[in-house]
C-alpha cells in the first residue's frame, strides 16, 4: 500500500534534503523512508516506555509531588 505524505519544509530543512539527495543520489522519498527507520531504531516503542502507567506521563512542575504527603490531603474527594 503506498501512502503519499507532503511536508512543509522550511528553507534550512529544504537545502538539507537538496544536499542529501545530491550526495547520497536518492530520492526524497527514500530519505524520508529511511529517516522514519532511523527514528523508529531511535525511540523503540512508547508502549515499552510507558508500561506503568502515567510513569513519565506529566508533568507538574512540582518537584516533590511524589514525596511530600501535603498533597495527598484531600486526595480522592
Do not use: C
Request: charged share 30%; hydrophobic share 40%; aromatic share 6%.
Amino acid at each position: 500500500m503506498k501512502t503519499a505524505v507532503q511536508a512543509r519544509l522550511n528553507p534550512e530543512d529544504q537545502k538539507l534534503l537538496d544536499e542529501l539527495v545530491r550526495d547520497l543520489d536518492w530520492t526524497p522519498s527514500r530519505i524520508v523512508r529511511e529517516g522514519l527507520r532511523l527514528v523508529r531504531k531511535a525511540h523503540p516503542t512508547v508502549a515499552a516506555a510507558h508500561r506503568i502507567i502515567g510513569i513519565g506521563k506529566f508533568r507538574s512542575g512540582i518537584p516533590d509531588l511524589a514525596t511530600n504527603k501535603k498533597y495527598l490531603e484531600d486526595f480522592g474527594r
